[in-house]
């Protein structure tokens, strides 16, 4: 870095002198800054002579014709004379100049053409501080003309890792304030204000009499906004619109999409939005004409507010731009309030789901309900979870109220009010029970001569369409092979039983005190179930989910060495469910299940040699949001011998009352029992004290009885896991530099799932002809700190002519794969404009 003292002026001048050949050096020291050091300078290979403004004359005299063999470095402490006034300007043409001021210095370190030197003059104050010009240094510009030197030393400003306006900008805008801005203070600071707001209009058409920061900021929003509306902008608006719409776009992609500051891209939203009135501008439009735009979170508060409508209306043809409801939810979702707003749309999607369920017809047959529920009919349970899987997390509910009530009716008084009946009707065929394995034959049919170890997951009170979900979830891992049947469980289908029947067993009883034994062994608790295991494989063991989910590898392979059978006890679901204070989170459970199932079977398979998993459940259960009304609770149903829960009764008699069904137990357990078990044949309940009053289970139903069994196989060694990834921090939009230098970050820290990766990264033109060098990046950095897995690549492009409008672009390619994995257009522009105002 150029430093002005005279050790290394004595240094360079030197330099200057090596070798054999005479050397003349001139030496204009405009300000005479170094006459008094000159005077007892001596020069390892040459003598100084010190030129007066009066003998040039002599001067040339003595130097081309008395001393023709000595170097000389000829200095002249004031301003080279004109042209027409210096006598020794044939010289010079065969000499060579040297400078010294601090301006002139930076111009030959950095390679600065001398028509540039003015720039430099003219904010020398900004390399008055060495920290400050080693910033612009490290910027290691290429080819410096004004517009160049200007936007280094904004960048060096700003902090920048590359010389670009648009980091410029982005700097400003994502650290620093609209008003007050420390950045544009220094820049004024510097005497770069004018040609900052020049530089504005030049790449974004900003232009303004007072210009500010956030009448810029307006006008890319507002441009931005221009591109993806339909119709023309709001009157007021159309003063802030830009000429240069492609330049904001690409800026303002950039700015939102990326991770680090798409946070302060919804800052900048929420600020202009409210000084525009976006929320009422949008009020005249209609839907159609925003469904594109993604620029205000009011779009999706106004695309809402007519979904909901349309809803209400029980509209489910209704289109926006030719896409359907859920079309719309789904698009809105991968946009970029997203992330904010994805809940949103996915409870829009999932009550239209519902209400186009509305008029629902069921079957009559047992074999054809059992069809429908497990082809079509399992998705409304599934959406009316997601509904309020959704509509629990929203921070205001009040104006999606009256379309919650219409998806609870929906829900309980079309579809369980039609299904339950017919359900309860059909189930008494005499044949029913042979429509569907069994629940108590489970053990026999899956893991009698099984010939590997098999691991049986039982997540209490997983019902059939949560089992779905997570059969669809392993399925997506291309190393796991993933199978779903499903059982008829017992009834009531309440865990005692369940658990029972899920055991071996040649006998399954319930006494006339209602305990349940197998075998007549008792199997109530975790030593029992393991005792009746044994029983019928040695090699077997029992274990609870919690007991064994934060094991170490080598304690978890302890428990699955040696052992063909291991049954391990989930309760997540129904532990939710059955307490009145938690069963409203029964369905944020049922995700939190599905989490630590997956997770579970994949730590067993890749820690403990286990391949195959089984995951089933003892019962499923109803749930539904509103409290149960008086009228739906079944009251007077006594008896000291009689065992009553709010959707069974096991007695010696059946209850024989109107809109209750009875089956004998014989039935179900396979014996001579003469007990009964009554159940209601809709989704009442029995008047108990105490439990829930939302989520129940025990009756007869196919959301409490019809249980999922899922086969899986993994692979051997096999994990999920995921590429870290790797994006774009340096806002690239142009390259401007044959050494261009652009900044990255790693998108998540390495971990159990995030596997390290290999990239190569280099620039092609658009019929694929490499013009950069390549470089190859290794993301596995485990940081947790997303700043210091930000690192840099230098690219050097080839020295050829490149068109400004043809297609240039940056690609990442997976080393792994060899496939392209990221593509980003740039323009490239080597030619440089040299006169002032930056070639425009």
């Given at each position: ?19 054999d ?36 004359f ?8 008395q ?40 111009s ?27 910033r ?10 004004e ?9 060096a400003?700003?902090?920048?890792r ?15 304030e ?10 004024d ?18 232009t ?46 950039n ?8 946070g ?26 925003l ?27 209704a ?85 919650r ?29 042979m ?33 779905k ?25 309440y865990?005692r ?7 071996p ?16 062994m008792?199997c ?29 590898v ?15 006890y ?62 739906d ?32 137990m ?38 409490e ?13 096999h ?42 990264l280099?620039?092609?033109s ?23 897995r ?25 080393d ?9 257009p ?15």
């Open positions: 870095m150029a430093e002005m003292n005279i050790k290394q002026i004595i240094d360079r001048l030197n330099a200057e002198f090596t070798g050949t005479r050397k003349l050096v001139f030496w204009y020291d405009d300000n005479g800054e170094f006459v008094e050091d000159m005077q007892n300078v001596d020069l390892d290979n040459a003598k100084v002579y010190f030129l007066q403004p009066d003998n040039q002599a001067t040339k005299l003595f130097l081309e014709r001393d023709t063999t000595t170097n000389y470095l000829i200095y002249a402490p004031f301003p080279k004379p004109d042209v027409r006034d210096n006598h020794l300007e044939d010289t010079l043409l065969y000499s060579k100049r040297f400078f010294a001021d601090r301006a002139s210095l930076l030959v370190d950095l390679g600065i053409d001398e028509k540039y030197k003015p720039i430099i003059e003219k904010h020398i104050k900004f390399f008055a501080n060495k920290e400050r010009t080693q612009f240094y490290d910027l290691e510009i290429e080819n410096f003309n517009e160049n030197i200007i936007t280094g030393l904004l960048s400003i700003c902090r920048t590359t010389c670009s306006f648009e980091e410029v900008i982005r700097v400003m805008l994502t650290d620093g609209l008003a007050d801005n420390k950045f544009l203070s220094e820049v600071k510097y005497g770069l204000l004018d040609d900052f707001w020049k530089l504005c209009e030049q790449h974004f058409g900003y303004d009499v007072k210009p500010t920061l956030e009448k810029l900021v307006v006008t890319m929003f507002v441009t931005y906004t221009a591109k993806y509306i339909g119709g023309e902008l709001p009157k007021p608006w159309k003063v802030f619109l830009s000429y240069k719409a492609g330049n904001i776009i690409a800026f303002m992609d700015l939102m999409n990326n991770i680090l500051y798409r302060r891209y919804d800052e900048l939203s929420a600020h202009v939005a409210s000084g525009l009135n976006v929320q009422k501008a949008f009020s005249d439009y209609s839907p159609d004409d469904v594109n735009c993604d620029t205000f979170l009011a779009v999706d508060q106004t695309l809402t507010k007519w979904i909901v409508k349309r809803l209400l209306a029980e509209d489910v043809g289109t926006l731009d030719s896409l359907t409801i859920p079309q719309i939810c789904e698009k809105r979702s991968k946009m970029h309030f997203g992330e904010k707003t994805g809940g949103c749309y996915q409870m829009l999607d999932s009550a239209y789901q519902i209400i186009q369920a509305g008029n629902y017809r069921c079957p009559d047959s047992f074999k054809e309900i059992l069809r429908q529920y497990q082809e079509k009919d399992f998705r409304l349970d599934y959406e009316y979870r997601r509904f309020y899987s959704a509509y629990d997390q929203l921070e205001e509910t009040a104006a999606f109220e009256p379309l009530d219409l998806v609870e009716n929906i829900y309980t008084n079309e579809y369980l009010e039609t299904l339950l009946p017919k359900w309860n009707a059909a189930i008494q065929e005499p044949d029913a029970f429509a569907l394995p069994l629940q108590r034959d489970f053990y026999a049919r899956n893991l009698k001569n099984a010939k590997e170890r098999t691991v049986v997951i039982i997540s209490d009170a997983m019902r059939y369409e949560v089992g979900e997570l059969f669809r979830r392993m399925q997506d891992d291309p190393k796991c092979t993933a199978k779903l049947e499903v059982q008829l469980s017992v009834l009531p289908s865990t039983l369940g658990m029972a029947a899920l055991l067993h040649a006998e399954l009883t319930m006494t006339d005190d209602f305990k349940v034994l197998i075998d007549g008792p109530d608790n975790l030593a029992e179930r393991e005792a009746v295991l044994h029983k019928y494989s040695k090699d077997s063991t029992c274990v609870q989910f919690d007991n064994i989910k934060s094991l170490k080598a304690e978890l392979r302890s428990i699955f060495t040696g052992k063909q059978v291991v049954y391990v989930h309760n997540q679901i129904d532990a939710r469910g059955d307490k009145p204070n938690t069963e409203d989170e029964v369905f944020v459970a049922c995700q939190e299940a599905i989490a630590e199932i997956t997770d579970l079977i994949r730590r067993i398979s890749t820690s403990a040699n286990t391949y195959r998993f089984i995951v089933t459940a003892d019962h499923g259960f109803i749930y539904k949001r509103d409290k149960i009304a008086e009228s609770k079944i009251e007077g149903i006594k008896g000291k011998t009689s065992f009553i829960n709010r959707r069974f009764v096991v007695a010696q008699e059946p209850v024989a009352r109107d809109g209750i069904a009875s089956m004998e014989s039935k179900v357990l396979r014996n001579d029992d003469t007990k009964w078990v009554s159940y209601p044949i809709s989704d009442d309940v029995f008047k108990v004290a105490g439990g829930g009053q939302n989520y129940v289970h025990g009756g007869s139903s196919p959301q009885m019809l249980v999922p069994v899922l086969g899986l196989k993994m692979e051997r060694g994990m999920e896991t995921r590429s870290a990834g790797i994006a774009l921090v340096s806002m690239v939009r142009k390259i401007t530099n044959k050494i261009t230098i652009l900044d990255f970050i790693q998108s998540e820290p390495i971990s159990d799932v995030v596997k390290a990766a290999s990239y190569r280099f620039f092609i658009d019929d694929n002809e490499r013009i950069s060098n390549e470089n190859s990046c290794i993301a596995d950095s485990r940081e947790q700190d997303a700043a210091k930000i690192f840099r690549m230098k690219f050097q492009f080839k020295d050829k002519k490149y068109d400004k409008d043809k297609q240039y672009f940056f690609v990442i390619y997976d792994a794969t060899g496939l392209e994995v990221f593509r980003h740039v323009i490239m522009d080597m030619a440089f404009a040299d006169d002032y105002g930056f070639g425009f």
